[in-house]
């Protein structure tokens, strides 16, 4: 009986060593995000790059308005498939009147962290932005809204600078 044990227990151990552990679930906000039209015979395309570490996401992104790019940086926390934006600073705009650190001009009224109200979700695998409060929704999300995730964001994507930080930031480094 005992001899029956032992080898039953090799060959249980031998199958459960040659079985791979399941892949973890990648993180749903990780990835490249970008939306493009044209505008005065000119693509101009907007995007966010997220970098997520369990319930931590942090992003850089750019979007365009008033004839202007503007571009920034966010940190937040995920939960029950919504990431929410605490903090957020860069070109001041529609999303913040806060320059990042290191790079405002001299006169900049402020810098630094600046608080948010955005959320971000995903339906039908795009990327949407919100600033409401209501629960996030995909009812009444049609194929050509959001932005789509794609593999990469090519020439349009952020600076050699704004990737560093992203990398930081997402070491929990920000």
């Known amino acids: ?11 249980a151990a031998g199958i459960s060593l040659s ?3 399941p892949a973890s679930a990648p993180a749903p906000f990780d990835g490249a995000w970008m939306s493009c039209e044209t505008y005065r015979g000119a693509e101009i395309c907007s995007y966010k790059l997220l970098a997520q570490r369990g319930a931590r996401v942090c992003g850089v992104q750019r979007y365009f308005a008033t004839n202007a790019y503007y571009e920034q940086r966010f940190v937040g926390t995920v939960k029950t498939g919504v ?6 600073c ?14 405002a001009p001299r006169d900049a009224a402020k810098i630094g962290w ?3 109200d955005d959320r971000l979700f995903q339906c039908r695998g795009r990327l949407f932005s919100t600033s409401s ?6 009812q009444g999300v049609t194929s050509g809204m959001g932005m789509p995730r794609v593999r990469s964001l090519g020439a349009q994507g952020p600076q050699p600078d704004d990737r560093a930080w ?7 480094r920000e």
């Open 19 to 21: 079985v791979p552990a």
């Open 83 to 88: 990431a929410r934006i605490e903090k957020i």
């Open 114 to 116: 600046g608080s948010s």
């Open 166 to 172: 992203l990398a930081a930031c997402a070491a929990g």
């Open 133 to 138: 409060d209501a629960p996030a929704s995909c």
């Open 1 to 11: 009986m005992r001899l029956s044990t032992m080898v039953i227990s090799s060959i």
């Open 90 to 103: 860069g070109d001041p705009g529609s999303e913040t009147d806060t320059y990042c650190t290191g790079r």
